[in-house]
């Protein structure tokens, strides 16, 4: 087992879309909060390092990619929540990301109910953390997709056998 695979370019891209499916579908996997914020914050991590492997992959790019997340607010606010994990306190911020403190109970379950963090991403806009991290995997997508000229052979979606699961949740989804 290599813990470093760099061979392969889309590696980071597979890890972004296992650890999305983990996410996703907390109750189907019966994760426990503590393993689901591990998750999600490894997730934030894996979906920021993204943009280092397709600059590495496609290096004349490099600017475009660059711009193209500094000019996204899903994007932006990924990378500053991985990089206050990574060093604890932010000198110079990509965007208006911080994670408030008011919870809100955004899914349920077959009566287990989890507290869903919101991250403010503008002046006025607050997502919660479950469409911060689809909006940029969607956003990363058409990246993949204009740099490798096709639709990465790697779904979006988790496994359609569990898309039902969905319609049991309330308030909010994957």
């Given at each position: 087992?290599?813990?470093?695979?760099?061979?392969?370019?889309?590696?980071?891209?597979?890890?972004?879309?296992?650890?999305?499916?983990?996410?996703?579908?907390?109750?189907?996997?019966?994760?426990?909060?503590?393993?689901?914020?591990?998750?999600?914050?490894?997730?934030?991590?894996?979906?920021?390092?993204?943009?280092?492997?397709?600059?590495?992959?496609?290096?004349?790019?490099?600017?475009?990619?660059?711009?193209?997340?500094?000019?996204?607010k899903y994007l932006s606010a990924?990378?500053?929540?991985?990089?206050?994990?990574?060093?604890?306190?932010?000198?110079?911020?990509?965007?208006?990301?911080?994670?408030?403190?008011?919870?809100w109970t955004s899914m349920m379950f077959k009566g287990v109910k989890r507290e869903m963090g919101m991250v403010q991403i503008g002046e006025r806009e607050f997502v919660e953390f479950f469409a911060l991290f689809r909006n940029a995997i969607v956003e990363y997508e058409q990246v993949r997709e204009d740099l490798y000229g096709t639709r990465s052979d790697l779904p979006l979606e988790p496994a359609a056998a569990w898309r039902p699961l969905s319609q049991h949740y309330t308030q909010g989804s994957c």
């Open positions: 087992m290599k813990v470093t695979e760099t061979a392969d370019p889309h590696s980071n891209w597979r890890e972004i879309l296992y650890l999305w499916e983990k996410v996703c579908y907390w109750a189907y996997y019966r994760t426990p909060e503590d393993e689901l914020r591990r998750q999600m914050k490894t997730l934030l991590i894996v979906l920021w390092n993204e943009k280092d492997w397709l600059k590495s992959e496609f290096p004349k790019r490099a600017p475009d990619i660059e711009r193209f997340v500094n000019n996204s990924v990378g500053d929540l991985a990089n206050t994990l990574k060093h604890r306190k932010l000198d110079k911020k990509r965007s208006k990301a911080v994670e408030v403190e008011y919870r």
